[in-house]
């Protein structure tokens, strides 16, 4: 990977709490395979879902800072809380200080821009962590661009456990699904869209798909992310000529490197190999 902080040309770098932002990733690299990209997860500090934005915001900071050190000049947060709860802080406080050519992105303005116009109801509802639910980024973002839509979230605090500790396929699973797509459903029967408001929700997508009414529209974030970075790079010149072209990847976690290898080759249907990194 040719990264070179000094000529402020590197890698893409991508950001997750944990393992869900792999679905992510996967999406990107087939998107705009041609990059370089480093992929961090701070899998020894997940989940950020159930965390104050006081912490989320001072976690999230200390990555970005990592991955400039590494040479992104464009890092993404491919984690809906941290889009929450740090992303705006960091671009409107610590950007300017750090460094103003340089961007951090994350996933929920992407999500909303194409999701708006997908409902014929305007009645949308968001699974999402705790944390993002309570931020109200969904609604609030959304808004902005339809007052008039209908917003309903539910938060689902065992999703990502179940994920991160292999039980997606399981029975356990089964019924946490339904019990939130249940919850979803009566709060709001008119809601025809659903976002996957958590990077680690596409696993579970099957047994979402099973548990709501077959005339729902099931969102996941990876493409509609993919397709924003690409239409980004287009309309941003000046970003796209520092990213290096090797169309390589490096993974870096801040946890067990053999479990986030086994975790992220069933993720990204690839062997990869893992780095041990300390945030």
């Not at 992929?39 to 400039?68: C, I, M, Q, W």
């Not at 994920?163 to 008119?190: I, S, T």
């Not at 009414?213 to 796209?240: F, K, W």
């Amino acid at each position: 990977m040719n990264e070179n902080p000094k000529n402020g040309c590197g890698p893409i770098g991508v950001f997750d709490s944990g393992y869900g932002g792999l679905t992510i990733l996967d999406k990107i690299r087939k998107r705009l395979p041609q990059y370089d990209y480093v992929y961090l997860g701070d899998n020894a500090r997940a989940p950020y879902g159930t965390r104050s934005f006081e912490v989320v915001y001072e976690f999230t900071l200390e990555a970005v800072k990592a991955l400039f050190d590494m040479g992104c000049p464009l890092v993404i947060l491919a984690c809906n809380t941290a889009s929450a709860k740090a992303l705006r802080s960091i671009q409107q406080l610590d950007l300017p200080k750090l460094d103003p050519t340089r961007r951090v992105l994350g996933v929920i303005r992407p999500t909303v821009e194409q999701v708006a116009a997908m409902s014929n109801t305007g009645h949308i509802g968001v699974f999402a962590t705790a944390g993002t639910i309570r931020s109200e980024s969904y609604p609030i973002e959304l808004h902005k661009l339809d007052p008039s839509l209908s917003v309903t979230g539910e938060a689902c605090p065992m999703w990502v456990s179940l994920v991160e500790n292999g039980e997606a396929d399981g029975d356990g699973a089964d019924y946490f699904v339904r019990k939130h797509a249940d919850r979803l459903m009566e709060a709001d029967p008119l809601i025809d869209t659903v976002i996957l408001g958590c990077t680690h929700y596409p696993v579970l997508e099957n047994k979402i798909r099973a548990s709501l009414p077959d005339s729902v529209r099931i969102v996941a974030q990876g493409d509609l992310v993919a397709e924003s970075l690409s239409d980004y790079l287009t309309r941003h010149p000046e970003m796209e000529t520092r990213l290096t072209q090797g169309g390589a990847c490096r993974f870096l976690t801040t946890e067990s490197q053999e479990k986030f290898a086994d975790f992220g080759s069933l993720f990204l249907n690839e062997q990869i190999t893992v780095e041990h990194f300390t945030l």
